[in-house]
C-alpha cells in the first residue's frame, strides 16, 4: 500500500501494527468534511459565548438602569463586530478559527499556500454564511466539496483558497 492511499499506510517495521497514517492527515492534504464540521460547530460555541455573554450582562446593567432604547442597537453593533472580526481576522492572521487551529487545519491560498488577506477571508465568510443559510445552496456547497478533489466549497473556490491540514 502506497502512502497517498486512501486507506492509509504502514509506517515501516518500527512502528507498531495500529499505528497507521491517514493520507488524509498529512500536512498540505486537504481537510475532510467532518472535521471541517466539528470546527464549525466549535466555532458556533464560540460565537454564542461571546455574543450572548455580554449581552445578557448588558440587558441586566440596562434594566437596573432602565435604559431600553440601548439595547437593540447595542446587540446589533455587538453581533456584526463579531461577525466582521472573528472569522475574518483569525483567518487572516493566524490562518483558521479556534475550531480549525484545535483540529490541525488552515485556511490558505492556493497560488502559494500562504495566509489569506483580510479582505479575501472576510469575502470567504461571508460567502460561506450566505452559502450555508439557504439550504438549496448548502446541499450544493457540500457536494462540491466533497466531489472536489481539492475539497474546495464554494467560497473557498470564490477567493482561490482551500483548507488543508496544518504541518505539526
Request: aromatic fraction near 6%; charge should be positive.
Amino acid at each position: 500500500m502506497s502512502l497517498g492511499d486512501d486507506l492509509g499506510s504502514d509506517l515501516g517495521s518500527s512502528s507498531l501494527p495500529w499505528m497507521v497514517v491517514s493520507s488524509r492527515s498529512l500536512p498540505g492534504s486537504p481537510g475532510d468534511v467532518m472535521r471541517r464540521g466539528l470546527a464549525v460547530f466549535i466555532d458556533l460555541v464560540i460565537a454564542v459565548a461571546v455574543i450572548l455573554g455580554p449581552l445578557i450582562a448588558l440587558d441586566r446593567i440596562l434594566v437596573a438602569a432602565s435604559e431600553d432604547d440601548v439595547w437593540l442597537p447595542s446587540a446589533a453593533v455587538w453581533s456584526l463586530a463579531f461577525l466582521l472580526l472573528y472569522s475574518p481576522l483569525s483567518v487572516s492572521r493566524w490562518g483558521g478559527t479556534v475550531g480549525k487551529r484545535l483540529l490541525g487545519m488552515e485556511v490558505v491560498r492556493n497560488a502559494d499556500g500562504g495566509r489569506l488577506s483580510y479582505g479575501a477571508a472576510l469575502v470567504r465568510h461571508l460567502s460561506n454564511l450566505a452559502v450555508n443559510t439557504v439550504p438549496v445552496f448548502m446541499v450544493a456547497h457540500m457536494t462540491v466539496t466533497n466531489l472536489s478533489p481539492k475539497r474546495q466549497g464554494l467560497p473557498d473556490r470564490l477567493v482561490g483558497s482551500k483548507v488543508v491540514m496544518r504541518g505539526r
